[in-house]
């Protein structure tokens, strides 16, 4: 059976708001004095949340902000922001998937002021669930968030206790969701305020009176939810949750006794955790294609570094140095604040892997494929995702077409193989640049040319190698070029080109610098 911690924050939007407050020393508010966020409706304004203060003078959600005004000369309103909310409450989700990676914030069905944690599985990591509550609930309050938990096997018991348990950290046993429910009020249901009001005055007041009941007249008398909500706390139906990020099959997670700030220490520690994931990755025939390693800061802030792969791998040593030459490449964004004292890292993406030699794989029978792969994983993590690129070929016999840059793949085009080959230059230029050409005859061979503001005597020639025009490409016939390899007085080699044939496609060719040689 799945288990499921439901963590309300009583007083979240609240405490939200007087964090962002603490930031803007524009707009202070003084927490001590009644303090209500409003929120728009049908009416005026009203009480959409409220600080002890405020309660203690005799406010309560839903009240008239115009009747909160009259009760206290002391008042400060501000207006609820649902959206700055949420997206706090998701960063807040992000920083609990220290303990799962299955984190579903609340939404405005579930009060939008607390989130669910599916530990399945999970709960043992960290001595049980009572000590997982325990540990979750005193990281909350160091934080400022006091919270209320319960934990149960399915998400409307766990919410139902978080709410209204005697204990601030319910814990109820598989199987046990009519007796902790019994005595519990029927809000617990999580049922619109009309329905509930309905529900008082016919007299049900408790969940434990709606259980059990005939189903027929409860189906006719109240809307739907009612049924649903019953039979989602009971377990009866499944209700499924929206987690933070696609549940990974592969996850390794370790917490320290001490905070670590430097780079080698995260690194030995990721290098562990690769370690950890490696079995269960053989098991799987699988290897990671793409990682993500959390770094979970005291103060509840998550650091996330991505890494992305050429091909699978488990090589634990491998990833250990790309998470190095990442964290080298970002150490200036990244906060390490007083320490990070957990970290995770987890496989978000996997790919199969034929079984094959691991030893020596960069230099037996001839293997370079995942010497190929690591070469380029290193490149990317060091210079970045975008600097990296390979050459295929293009069928075309015009030296800017005959290849193309593009992203590398695991299994490149292979080059075609050539007998006797022309040479070609190491450094091709973008554009083919013009040069002022003097030569003993109309078709022979350069003597002497200038190129970018400097004179080149040539002591040495090779060629011509023809190049004729693409025909089917272009309406209008490209001009015949003829290639040479040249060498310079101080042996500098170039690859010049002259462009047209003398007295059938023009009667004064140009000459043209197309490449350089090593």
């Known amino acids: 059976?799945?288990?499921?911690?439901?963590?309300?924050?009583?007083?979240?939007?609240?405490?939200?708001?007087?964090?962002?407050?603490?930031?803007?020393?524009?707009?202070?508010?003084?927490?001590?004095?009644?303090?209500?966020?409003?929120?728009?409706?049908?009416?005026?304004?009203?009480?959409?949340?409220?600080?002890?203060?405020?309660?203690?003078?005799?406010?309560?959600?839903?009240?008239?902000?115009?009747?909160?005004?009259?009760?206290?000369?002391?008042?400060?309103?501000?207006?609820?922001?649902?959206?700055?909310?949420?997206?706090?409450?998701?960063?807040?989700?992000?920083?609990?998937?220290?303990?799962?990676?299955?984190?579903?914030?609340?939404?405005?069905?579930?009060?939008?002021?607390?989130?669910?944690l599916d530990v399945t599985g999970a709960a043992h990591l960290f001595g049980g669930e009572e000590a997982l509550l325990a540990d979750l609930a005193r990281r909350l309050d160091r934080s400022g968030l006091p919270a209320r938990l319960a934990v149960a096997d399915t998400a409307g018991a766990a919410w139902a206790l978080a709410r209204f348990h005697a204990s601030p950290a319910a814990v109820l046993r598989s199987g046990q969701e009519a007796e902790g429910l019994d005595a519990l009020p029927v809000e617990a249901l999580r049922l619109s305020p009309d329905t509930t009001i309905a529900?008082?005055?016919?007299?049900?007041?408790?969940?434990?009176?709606?259980?059990?009941?005939?189903?027929?007249?409860?189906?006719?008398?109240?809307?739907p939810e009612l049924l649903q909500r019953l039979d989602q706390a009971l377990g009866h139906v499944p209700e499924l949750l929206t987690f933070l990020a696609p549940l990974p099959v592969y996850r390794a997670l370790r917490q320290l006794l001490e905070p670590i700030t430097m780079q080698e220490a995260i690194v030995t520690v990721a290098t562990r955790l690769m370690q950890d994931l490696v079995p269960a990755l053989e098991r799987g025939g699988v290897g990671a294609r793409s990682l993500q390693l959390a770094l979970y800061r005291i103060d509840g802030e998550v650091v996330v570094v991505d890494l992305s792969l050429m091909a699978p791998t488990r090589n634990s040593r491998h990833v250990a140095r790309l998470i190095d030459l990442k964290l080298e490449r970002v150490v200036e964004a990244i906060d390490a604040g007083f320490g990070f004292e957990t970290l995770s890292l987890t496989v978000t993406v996997t790919e199969r892997m034929r079984p094959r030699q691991t030893e020596l794989a960069c230099v037996s029978n001839g293997e370079t494929a995942e010497c190929r792969a690591v070469l380029i994983d290193s490149l990317r993590q060091r210079l970045g995702p975008r600097r990296v690129w390979q050459l295929e070929p293009v069928a075309s016999h015009l030296p800017e077409r005959a290849q193309t840059a593009r992203a590398p793949v695991e299994e490149p085009q292979p080059w075609p193989v050539v007998d006797e080959a022309p040479p070609r230059p190491l450094f091709l230029l973008p554009r083919a640049e013009p040069a002022e050409v003097m030569a003993l005859i109309p078709e022979g061979p350069p003597k002497r040319f200038r190129w970018r503001g400097t004179s080149h005597s040539v002591v040495w020639a090779q060629g011509p190698e023809r190049i004729a025009g693409e025909w089917w490409r272009q309406r209008k016939l490209q001009p015949t070029r003829d290639y040479y390899l040249v060498e310079d007085e101080v042996g500098h080699r170039f690859w010049l080109y002259r462009e047209g044939l003398y007295g059938r496609e023009t009667a004064a060719p140009r000459w043209f610098v197309h490449g350089l040689f090593a």
């Open 1 to 116: 059976m799945p288990r499921i911690v439901s963590v309300w924050l009583p007083r979240w939007p609240i405490l939200r708001f007087l964090a962002a407050q603490a930031r803007n020393l524009s707009a202070p508010v003084d927490p001590e004095q009644p303090f209500i966020l409003a929120a728009d409706a049908a009416g005026g304004p009203r009480v959409a949340a409220l600080n002890a203060a405020a309660e203690a003078v005799g406010f309560m959600l839903g009240d008239s902000v115009a009747d909160a005004r009259a009760k206290t000369d002391v008042l400060q309103v501000h207006p609820v922001d649902p959206a700055a909310d949420q997206a706090a409450l998701r960063r807040l989700g992000l920083w609990a998937t220290r303990y799962t990676p299955a984190v579903s914030p609340w939404g405005e069905e579930n009060g939008a002021d607390g989130f669910f």
């Open 199 to 223: 529900l008082r005055r016919l007299g049900f007041r408790r969940v434990g009176s709606l259980i059990g009941k005939p189903r027929a007249p409860f189906a006719a008398r109240f809307p």
